[in-house]
Nanobody, 120 residues
Framework: QVQVVESGGGLVQAGGSLRLSCAASGRDYSINVMHWYRQVPGKQREFLAGISGGDSEAYARSVQARFTISGDPAQKSVYLQMNSLKPEDTGVYYC??????????????WGQGTQVTVSS
């Protein structure tokens, strides 16, 4: 079973920075892509950024100029550097992992999330 754990959230003032970390654990699987999502109360979970094993990155337009995803899915870890944070960036940040087990089954796993609060 794949376990996903996020860390690095917290309280920061507007204009500040935070770096989130995500680590996947477990055995007998490989990861194809890792993503970061954000959920705000009353809204759907939204995609922020993703990175594949080939170092291909993708970003939502709303964060492209301020957030940077890094890490190596093959090493089961990914990071999200968030700069110039705004109060509207407040929310719970989730790491999502897509991969394949050794038996060939695809999986899609989520972490429990880490709270980010940006004060004005």
């Amino acid at each position: 079973q794949v376990q996903v754990v996020e860390s690095g959230g917290g309280l920061v003032q507007a204009g500040g920075s935070l770096r989130l970390s995500c680590a996947a654990s477990g055995r007998d699987y490989s990861i194809n892509v890792m993503h970061w999502y954000r959920q705000v109360p009353g809204k759907q979970r939204e995609f922020l950024a993703g990175i594949s094993g080939g170092d291909s990155e993708a970003y939502a337009r709303s964060v492209q100029a301020r957030f940077t995803i890094s890490g190596d899915p093959a090493q089961k870890s990914v990071y999200l550097q968030m700069n110039s944070l705004k109060p509207e960036d407040t929310g719970v940040y989730y790491c999502n992992v897509n991969g394949r087990s050794r038996s060939g089954l695809l999986f899609n796993s989520w972490g429990q999330g880490t709270q980010v609060t940006v004060s004005s």
